[in-house]
């Protein structure tokens, strides 16, 4: 195989001890026969592949960090073959391709070239997606700890959120419509999934699958914090979805409304507020996994 590699790296996430996995991942690559370029800005990769002749040559992007990483990939690069290197907290999309913390497995995927197409998601027409989406409370703690973001975002920077969240957020209800439905549902809760998987690795959706053309939603009618609590207990034992008011069902298009701005968040990212419209993009990104 011959071509080039562009590898976006998260400045934070290729540090430390992640700088060996970018070194091997390099090192890789050069011995398929692959040229790897490195780039920390990405105002930088934008500009060369802003040449038609480069990006013919192109074998795919690489996005060396988290889950935040991916989604800059797929929404400053639409329509390029893209993989992962997995840098981040949660690696969420990389596990569910398969590909490790390890920069020789990486490459070699690269040099297999095995490709698949998977589903895209966006929200309000603008911000892509991969993995889910959320309003309600869950979006509200996401977006109280990228208020106070310095640096890179771990698991403990998610406990004052959650408790801030627990004690202050309100279950605006919430109307979700499907489709063409005129009659919405309501909700103190609204998840939307692409992927059978989140943070802490929660089973909102196990039936998910990103190659159907189909968003996985979830909505979770009852509000309080009681009922939260009570809703997060059975999530963890996989019995939500038995629970006469969580409602399950598939869509390709989803707009929820609220008589108040009620914060929005996709892949754990904050995307503003209702009234927020999702749709599905199938078989719109080509990935590189084993």
């Not at 934070?12 to 001890?17: D, I, L, N």
């Not at 070194?23 to 930088?44: I, Q, T, W």
């Not at 797929?74 to 390890?102: H, Q, S, W």
């Not at 977006?143 to 957020?169: D, M, Q, W």
């Amino acid at each position: 195989m011959t071509g080039w590699v562009a590898i976006q790296r998260n400045p934070t996430s290729g540090s430390g001890r992640n700088r060996g996995v970018l070194l091997d991942l390099v090192r890789r690559l050069k011995e398929h026969g692959l040229r790897p370029r490195l780039f920390s800005r990405r105002e930088r990769l934008g500009d060369v592949l802003a040449d038609p002749r480069r990006r013919d040559e192109l074998v795919c992007v690489v996005a060396a960090g988290g889950d935040g990483t991916v989604d800059d990939v797929i929404n400053r690069y639409p329509g390029l073959p893209m993989t992962v290197c997995p840098l981040g907290t949660e690696n969420l999309f990389a596990k569910y391709l398969g590909l490790p913390r390890d920069g020789r497995s990486v490459a070699d995927a690269i040099a297999a070239g095995k490709t698949r197409q998977l589903d895209l998601c966006t929200l309000n027409g603008e911000q892509r997606f991969a993995i889910m989406a959320s309003v309600g409370f869950d979006a509200d703690v996401v977006h109280r700890t990228h208020s106070r973001r310095r640096g890179n975002i771990s698991k403990l920077s998610y406990v004052r959120p959650i408790l801030e969240s627990f004690a202050g957020y309100r279950y605006p209800p919430l109307r979700i419509y499907a489709d063409d439905s005129p009659e919405p549902l309501t909700g103190g809760l609204a998840i939307v999934s692409n992927l059978p998987m989140y943070a802490m690795r929660l089973p909102f959706a196990r039936s998910a699958v990103p190659d159907d053309g189909l968003l996985d939603v979830r909505v979770f009618e009852r509000p309080g914090r009681g009922q939260l609590l009570r809703y997060a207990w059975s999530l963890v034992r996989n019995r939500h979805e038995r629970l006469s008011h969580v409602h399950s069902f598939r869509a390709k298009r989803i707009r929820i409304e609220a008589d108040e701005p009620v914060p929005a968040q996709a892949d754990g990212d904050p995307a503003g507020f209702t009234p927020v419209e999702i749709r599905v993009l199938p078989a719109e990104l080509t990935v590189i996994a084993p």
